[in-house]
Nanobody, 123 residues
Framework: EVHIVESGGGLVQPGGSLRLSCTASGFVFGMYTMTWVRQSPGKGLEWVADISNGGVSTNYGDSVKGRFTVSRDNAKNTLYLQMNSLEPEDTAVYYC????????????????RGKGTLVTVSS
């Protein structure tokens, strides 16, 4: 059974930094493209970043490009999202998602997602 658990969310001031983690089990983590998405209050799901199965390739949404960095440690079955220069508009529940395969660019569906971790950017 696939389990995905996000952690690391919290309250941070504008301009601050936060690192999210996502621990996965129930599948061979290193074989799949992984994704971060987020959902702000009252809005739909927004794609944040993708990372290839080996961690060599990454891709970011325009709203986070240059501020966020996605990485992974396949030996630890863990995905990360380093978030710098945070803005109030980054307030959202952040979800870690598994793609259905290892294709790159990440065009395959997200077949599993965690329950999310809340990030609040406010002074």
């Amino acid at each position: 059974e696939v389990h995905i658990v996000e952690s690391g969310g919290g309250l941070v001031q504008p301009g601050g930094s936060l690192r999210l983690s996502c621990t996965a089990s129930g599948f061979v983590f290193g074989m799949y493209t992984m994704t971060w998405v987020r959902q702000s209050p009252g809005k739909g799901l927004e794609w944040v970043a993708d990372i290839s199965n080996g961690g060599v390739s990454t891709n970011y949404g325009d709203s986070v490009k240059g501020r966020f960095t996605v990485s992974r440690d396949n030996a630890k079955n863990t995905l990360y999202l380093q978030m710098n220069s945070l803005e109030p508009e980054d307030t959202a529940v952040y979800y870690c998602a598994k793609r259905a395969g290892s294709a790159w660019p990440a065009l395959e569906v997200m077949d599993y997602r965690g329950k999310g971790t809340l990030v609040t950017v406010s002074s």
